[in-house]
């Protein structure tokens, strides 16, 4: 499964003004509820019990927000590049600045796991991750993030 299967140009936010954690998965809720035509309310509901489960703040300025829910069709995306970063609870206690949203429909299975393991190995890569906070505009973050071979650079996690 590549990137641009599941994030659309369109899911792509350059500047992301949030103060707080809360703030942020509000936020992309509502983003995401545009896109998916569910409502924000169930996604900030599963976004919120998949954080109480562990942060989804991976570290490096990095956090992969997920969920799965019911009545969606395929596996959407949504990408933000956070100004300024804020605290996330992340696991090494960093402020995050980057985040991508995954939402999966509730039977996706492995797809799911396939999806966030993609994600995760392009986030790794540092060089994907400085040229994201390098980038001014959507179309640019989208590039980058699409980019057939950008998570194939990445090492080995």
């Known amino acids: ?27 992309m809720a509502e ?9 924000s309310r169930r996604i900030l509901e599963t ?11 991976m570290g490096q300025g990095i956090a992969i927000p997920h969920g799965r829910l019911s009545g969606l069709s395929k596996i959407t995306a949504l990408f933000a590049r956070l100004e300024p970063a ?10 995050v600045d980057l985040v991508f949203l995954l939402l999966a429909p509730e039977n ?3 797809d ?18 400085e040229k994201l906070r390098a980038a001014s505009s959507p179309e640019v973050l989208y590039a980058l993030l ?12």
């Open 86 to 95: 804020i605290a996330y609870e992340a696991i090494d206690n960093q402020p």
């Open 47 to 57: 976004l919120t019990e998949r954080e109480r489960l562990g942060t989804t703040g």
């Open 146 to 157: 699409t980019e057939p071979n950008a998570a194939g650079t990445s090492q080995a996690a």
């Open 112 to 129: 799911h796991l396939k999806a966030l393991a993609r994600v995760s190995r392009l986030l790794r890569n540092q060089a994907v991750c």
């Open 108 to 110: 996706a299975g492995a």
């Open 1 to 27: 499964m590549e990137i641009s299967d599941m994030l659309a140009p369109e899911a792509v936010i350059a500047a992301l003004k949030v103060q707080t954690k809360k703030q942020l998965l509000h936020e």
């Open 31 to 39: 983003r995401a509820a545009v896109l998916t035509s569910l409502p």
